[in-house]
């Protein structure tokens, strides 16, 4: 079973979790792992299990970057916000590096994350 990261910074957790709404019943036939707030939040809007992180500026993008360097994840749905500054940025591109370096395929927007779940091949094994 393929494993998928949610992840979203702060302007972008309501745009991630109305797409995990709509996309539950895909979903929920995978394996989750969540940042800690977009977790909780993906949670309580869908029900959907997902295995939690810590949030990402209390380590949990280095959790992620960990589940990438393992070979542990396969799918990596970041909405970050461009405008925005974050204090953790430099934990956001060393996740964003890995999932280049480790070939995994990465949505960081709504129409990408779109493409992804409908695409012949994500059905396919990694």
């Known amino acids: 079973m393929k494993t998928i990261a949610l992840v979203a910074h702060d302007n972008k957790k309501k745009d991630i979790v109305e797409w995990c709404d709509f996309n539950k019943g895909?979903?929920?036939?995978?394996?989750?792992?969540?940042?800690?707030t977009t977790g909780r939040q993906i949670i309580e809007k869908t029900g959907l299990?997902?295995?939690l992180l810590k949030s990402g500026p209390y380590g949990g993008d280095m959790?992620?970057?960990a589940l990438i360097a393992?070979?542990?994840?396969?799918?990596?749905?970041?909405?970050?916000?461009?405008?925005?500054?974050?204090p953790h940025d430099v934990d956001v591109k060393a996740v964003l590096r890995l999932a280049?370096?480790?070939?995994?395929?990465?949505?960081?927007?709504?129409?990408?994350a779109d493409m992804i779940?409908?695409?012949?091949?994500?059905n396919t094994e990694p």
């Open 63 to 65: 959790e992620l970057g």
């Open 26 to 36: 895909t979903l929920s036939h995978y394996y989750l792992f969540a940042t800690g």
């Open 70 to 86: 393992n070979k542990k994840l396969d799918i990596l749905i970041f909405f970050w916000d461009p405008l925005e500054s974050q």
């Open 49 to 51: 299990q997902i295995n």
């Open 117 to 122: 779940i409908s695409s012949p091949l994500f």
């Open 100 to 112: 280049v370096l480790y070939n995994i395929p990465t949505a960081c927007n709504r129409a990408t």
